[in-house]
T-cell receptor, first 117, second 115 residues
């Protein structure tokens, strides 16, 4: 079984400050990890993913995420937040050992990021 | 903008109505998905079609019926819905397959209200 947790319902940060949105996961084997962002009245947009290789993954809009196997975490980060980054962020995981057809992801509950001017 | 379109964008229906949601992807993907997004609940995967094989979530009530006539189109047929079915229904597509690790591309969703 696979699961993912986003412990914070909301994160508040001032514009220009660094931001972190937390994600922890649980899988039987090796994880594939994803971050998505959802702006109001829109579908989810892919930000970045970790499959293998460097633990620090760079994605769209200046976001990056750090894979930490010992802590089973995949926190999303950005050095300097923008007001336009305000949105709902979802972490997702797929277990490498999953044998189901398709690309079956399990999503976290989402974290609302509020960036204030 | 993402290559996945959904119609209608908004739908209000009574509990005795029958309606259908439509999704179309122009990305050449071979897997398509229906998700339900409710307030204060994680995104719920409802159905997956991959390489024309349906993978079904057994907890989805039979009043929801998917149809995938080809790799570009996906429908969700609705009948005798309940008010608790009111939600945002999202369609997504990706390159699929058993070893697929490809990101999913989402449509803008259909906001469904059941009265």
């Amino acid at each position: 079984a696979q699961s993912v947790a986003q412990p914070e319902d909301q994160v508040n940060v001032a514009e220009g400050n660094p931001l972190t949105v937390k994600c922890t996961y649980s899988v039987s084997g090796n994880p594939y990890l994803f971050w998505y962002v959802q702006y109001p009245n829109r579908g989810l947009q892919f930000l970045l993913k970790y499959i293998t290789g460097d633990n620090l993954v760079k994605g769209s809009y200046g976001f990056e995420a750090e894979f930490n196997k010992s802590q089973t975490s995949f926190h999303l980060k950005k050095p300097s937040a923008l007001v336009s980054d305000s949105a709902l962020y979802f972490c997702a995981v797929r277990d490498l050992q999953s044998v189901n057809a398709g690309n079956m992801l399990t999503f976290g509950g989402g974290t609302r990021l509020m960036v204030k001017p | 903008e993402t290559g996945v379109t959904q119609t209608p964008r908004h739908l209000v229906m009574g509990m005795t109505n029958k309606k259908s949601l439509k999704c179309e992807q122009h990305l050449g993907h071979n897997a398509m998905y229906w998700y339900k997004q409710s307030a204060k609940k994680p995104l719920e995967l409802m159905f997956v079609y991959s390489l024309e094989e349906r993978v079904e979530n057994n907890s989805v009530p039979s009043r929801f019926s998917p149809e995938c006539p080809n790799s570009s189109h996906l429908f969700l047929h609705l009948h005798t819905l309940q008010p608790e079915d009111s939600a945002l229904y999202l369609c997504a597509s990706s390159h699929g397959g058993l070893a697929g690790v490809n990101e999913q591309y989402f449509g803008p969703g259909t906001r469904l209200t059941v009265t």
